[in-house]
């Protein structure tokens, strides 16, 4: 209802505020490392994007509501921990652009990670949630 969107958007601002900290470092080249710096170039947009999707409205959100892109959130996390891994069982080190330069490399290793990734949080993630939910519960 309104008072969760309410809640949402106040979150969105305070977290606009807290990267406000990064904008400000933008100036002041030696406060903090330049990852922070360019972090810092992307605070608004994302800031926006946070807004948009809070109030759950159009036809973008219900693209990002379909089930399909639900699951691919759901797994991206374990794409992310997972990726070097497969980079380096297909025999490409993290680092390396040698996968990229080639088409069938690369999709082995995004359909291997996604493989891996969906598996991961099938056998391993969703059993635990359930294990973790009867075991708080109790």
Same mark, same amino acid.
């Given at each position: 209802?309104?008072?969760?969107?309410?809640?949402?958007?106040?979150?969105?601002?305070?977290?606009?505020?807290?990267?406000?900290?990064?904008?400000?470092?933008?100036?002041?080249?030696?406060?903090?490392?330049?990852?922070?710096?360019?972090?810092?170039?992307?605070?608004? =947009?994302? %800031?926006?994007?946070?807004? *948009?999707?809070?109030?759950?409205?159009?036809? #973008? !959100?219900? &693209?990002?509501?379909?089930?399909?892109?639900?699951?691919?959130?759901?797994?991206?996390?374990?794409?992310?921990?997972?990726?070097?891994?497969?980079?380096?069982?297909?025999?490409?080190?993290?680092?390396?652009?040698?996968?990229? =330069?080639? %088409?069938?490399?690369?999709? *082995?290793?995004?359909?291997?990670?996604?493989? #891996? !990734?969906? &598996?991961?949080?099938?056998?391993?993630?969703?059993?635990?949630?359930?294990?973790?939910?009867?075991?708080?519960?109790?």
């Amino acid at each position: 209802g309104g008072r969760t969107r309410s809640a949402t958007g106040i979150r969105c601002v305070l977290w606009a505020v807290d990267r406000g900290w990064f904008g400000a470092t933008v100036a002041m080249p030696g406060l903090r490392p330049v990852a922070y710096r360019v972090e810092a170039c992307y605070v608004p =947009a994302m %800031a926006a994007v946070r807004f *948009l999707f809070a109030h759950a409205r159009g036809r #973008l !959100s219900r &693209l990002f509501g379909r089930s399909t892109i639900m699951f691919c959130g759901e797994i991206s996390f374990g794409f992310y921990m997972l990726h070097t891994l497969v980079m380096r069982a297909a025999g490409y080190p993290p680092g390396s652009a040698g996968a990229l =330069a080639h %088409a069938g490399p690369l999709a *082995l290793i995004l359909v291997g990670t996604l493989a #891996l !990734s969906a &598996l991961v949080h099938l056998g391993y993630e969703l059993p635990a949630q359930r294990l973790l939910k009867r075991w708080v519960t109790r």
